[in-house]
């Protein structure tokens, strides 16, 4: 005999408000239903473990089944079951603080609402017009019964007729969510939230390639076969098992620099992978690569708030049931588990890092240039992580040598430090395009760093600020005496006033004359002595200033910069033999004075076009003669 009754719930009716407020994440619920079967189950092996459940357990894989013509979507399993009474107790009653709170507090979350108020079976009616439930309990002579939910706070419980124990939840899909229905839509889902469960979770059959056709075979498809390997013993796994892993997740990455494995257990419960990929540059294109799980059931990839913003550029599983996977971003970041959480993390990302490069050094330094950035990004974004990076951070110079911060101080301290106890760390940003600026350094007996990554910019700028009287100076951004300036400052007010006057020297004029119009681009035009070995002509530019157009493309506020024109500096060495040549017939040296200036941009990849073509010929021309 059917037994009828209503639903307990505070709110008026709970159906209405879950289509309306959980629509957008209305995917969850397979989800929700294949974790309620695995629940079952693993309580099933519990009760086996323990004696209160005789014989042999048999196969326990959850079947999901599609039935386009019928309409329903059903999750069966062989797990404990439930009896009339459990129904009553598990499935009738819902108790809320009350309706106003619910509604001002969840309505912009689905797992808000789900999981906050234990409605996992309920967000089965987000995609349902009407939900059976087909149960029989493990106990003994427990009867099968049926309970059913057309969507209204009523619900009607039946006998039924089933052989075995175990649950089966049949879905009749809503009009309007025709897409579960589709059996690679449910099979995108169960590859996306189940694939580490640790029970069986099958939909349909494996397809083979048979007379030219895909046909099913008697095999069950099942959807996570491979094992969560982060739930496993670090001592009990190889190397190889962590990278067949990793293509597991990635099949189109190349294969990781290094990986830690997590396992704590106090003061909060997590586990997890994280690898290092290689990271050259397209920061953003890396991130989102962590996927966060509660007890192997997949919940996001969006996992800022529970790692740092640096922490997002590693690839990996993380699993913690101590995370609020519920509940909004906002509260995720003020969450004080979260944020214990995130800090272990750093600590152990560092930990690993530094581990590696105290025990092997050479290997470190191999896999820099694809680390760095990651590093960097740490270095820039989380001051604790600074703290403890500095000491496992590394130099390059331009001869591929590898420095910590600490061992490129001492290396440096006796040549580049200028007149008033500055110490000048002179840097390239590209070896080919400033060769000759780095030859010249090199000539003077100082070092030159490779700053070539896409966050140099930026670190250069903190480091400024970390280091104690020290600078950073591209090795184009002026002459190499004013780069690291030894004498003493000029006092005498007659020597200030010669240096103006040469501004107004002919020679400065017939090449202020000469310079060609280059879009967004100034010249200034000076004299220096820089040595008779010097090249005659020389192009610097500001270092602020190209600092600050670099940063503008990265830092919002600061556009203005990126609107200001390049500003370069024509430095004529007036030590130089040419020069000297030029300055005695000016007036006859024209094409001389071209084509000083044009190899002067061409070093600097600034003549194209025209100006090139016409350069060429020019060159032509001095050949012939």
């Known amino acids: 005999m059917a037994n009828k009754g209503n639903i307990g719930v505070t709110t008026e009716n709970i159906f209405p408000v879950i289509k309306k407020f959980l629509y957008s994440d209305h995917e969850i619920f397979l989800r929700e239903m294949v974790s309620n079967a695995v629940d079952a189950t693993q309580k099933l092996k519990t009760l086996s473990s323990n004696g209160e459940v005789k014989g042999e357990l048999g196969d326990l894989t959850i079947h999901i089944n599609v039935d386009e013509k019928k309409g329903t979507l059903t999750i069966s399993d062989r797990g404990i079951g439930m009896t009339e009474e459990e129904i009553d107790k598990y499935i009738n009653q819902i108790a809320f603080s009350g309706a106003n709170d619910f509604l001002d507090k969840y309505k912009d979350t689905a797992n808000g609402i789900i999981g ?92 083979e390639w048979k007379d030219g056709k895909s046909v099913e075979t008697k095999e069950d498809n ?35 620099l290094f990986w830690i494995h997590l396992n704590v257990d106090y003061p909060f419960n997590l586990t997890g992978i994280l690898y290092f990929p290689r990271i050259n540059s397209n920061i953003d294109l890396q991130k989102n690569k962590i996927q966060l ?119 440096i301290t006796t040549e580049q430090t200028d007149n008033e106890g500055n110490l000048i760390y002179l840097y390239a940003t590209d070896k080919e395009e400033q060769y000759s600026y780095i030859e010249a350094a090199k000539q003077k007996g100082y070092s030159v760093l490779l700053m070539d990554g896409d966050l140099d910019v930026a670190l250069v700028g903190m480091l400024e600020q970390k280091f104690e009287k020290s600078r950073f100076s591209r090795v184009d951004s002026d002459i190499l005496s004013r780069l690291i300036n030894k004498e003493a400052k000029k006092e005498d007010k007659k020597e200030q006033k010669d240096d103006e006057k040469k501004e107004d020297a002919p020679i400065v004029k017939a ?115």
């Open 116 to 207: 906050h108020f234990g409605l996992g079976f309920y967000s089965a009616f987000m995609v349902s017009k009407k939900v059976d439930i087909i149960t029989k309990s493990y106990k003994e002579d427990a009867k099968a019964v049926k309970w059913t939910c057309d969507g209204s706070p009523e619900f009607e419980i039946s006998d039924v007729k089933k052989e075995d124990r175990g649950t089966d939840i049949v879905l009749y899909i809503d009009d309007d969510c025709k897409e579960f229905l589709e059996k690679s839509r449910i099979l995108q889902l169960l590859g996306k939230y189940c694939k580490f469960l640790p029970v069986p979770v099958a939909c349909g059959k494996k397809t």
């Open 222 to 256: 099942v959807i996570n076969a491979k094992e969560a390997l982060w739930a496993k013993t670090p001592s009990t796994l190889k190397d190889e098992d962590y990278k067949d892993f990793y293509r597991y997740l990635y099949p189109m990455s190349d294969e990781p």
């Open 293 to 411: 799980y509660c007890n192997n059931v997949f919940v996001t990839d969006q996992v800022e708030g529970i790692v740092p913003e640096f922490l997002t550029l590693l690839h990996g599983v993380i699993d913690s049931p101590d995370i609020p996977l519920n509940v909004s971003r906002s509260y995720l970041q003020s969450d004080a588990n979260v944020k214990k959480i995130s800090t272990y993390i750093t600590k152990k990302v560092a930990d690993r890092l530094s581990g590696i490069f105290k025990e092997n050094r050479k290997e470190y330094e191999e896999k820099w240039d694809n680390l760095k950035l990651f590093i960097h990004y740490g270095m820039l974004s989380t001051p604790d992580f600074y703290d403890k990076a500095k000491d496992f951070s590394l130099f390059k110079d331009t001869e591929g040598k590898f420095f910590t911060f600490e061992e490129y101080k001492t290396l």
């Open 511 to 625: 090449f202020k004359e000469a310079l060609p119009k280059l879009n967004n681009t100034e010249f200034q035009i000076e004299e220096q002595a820089m040595g008779k070995d010097t090249q005659p002509i020389l192009i610097t530019q500001s270092e602020y200033m190209r600092r600050m157009k670099d940063m503008s493309r990265f830092q919002s506020g600061m556009g203005f910069y990126g609107q200001m024109p390049d500003m370069y500096t024509i430095v004529l060495n007036n030590d130089s033999d040419i020069v000297k040549k030029i300055s005695e017939n000016v007036e006859n040296s024209k094409d001389i004075i071209s084509q000083l200036i044009d190899l002067a941009l061409l070093q600097n990849g600034m003549l194209k076009g025209e100006a090139l073509s016409t350069f060429l010929k020019r060159s032509y021309g001095f050949i012939g003669k």
